[in-house]
């Protein structure tokens, strides 16, 4: 199964994490230089969840993150998922 929010389209995403040595010029050192530069996974939060949706009167299961999980109790729950297209 995909990991992306059913609500939000949120995926994983490609990065990059950055390795730097030496002491900052302010501390009295010579300047801090980047020696390695490393490619990451930036995933989103996933959970899959049940949710109640009183005007059909029945669960929906969906796999959203915690981000559209706000916009569901912000919005309501019919009004998100129909602007989603899932029912």
């Known amino acids: 199964m995909a ?4 609500i939000r389209g949120s995926r994983v995403r490609s990065g990059g994490k950055i390795n730097r040595s030496g002491l900052a010029k302010k501390k009295g050192g010579i300047g801090r230089h980047v020696t390695k530069v490393v490619k990451r996974k930036v995933t989103p939060n996933l959970q899959s969840k049940r949710i109640w949706v009183p005007e059909l009167n029945r669960w929906v299961r969906v796999t959203l993150s ?9 919005n309501g729950a019919y009004a998100t998922l129909k602007q989603a297209g899932i029912i």
């Open 66 to 74: 915690c981000r559209a999980l706000k916009t569901i109790n912000k």
């Open 3 to 6: 990991r992306v929010c059913s």
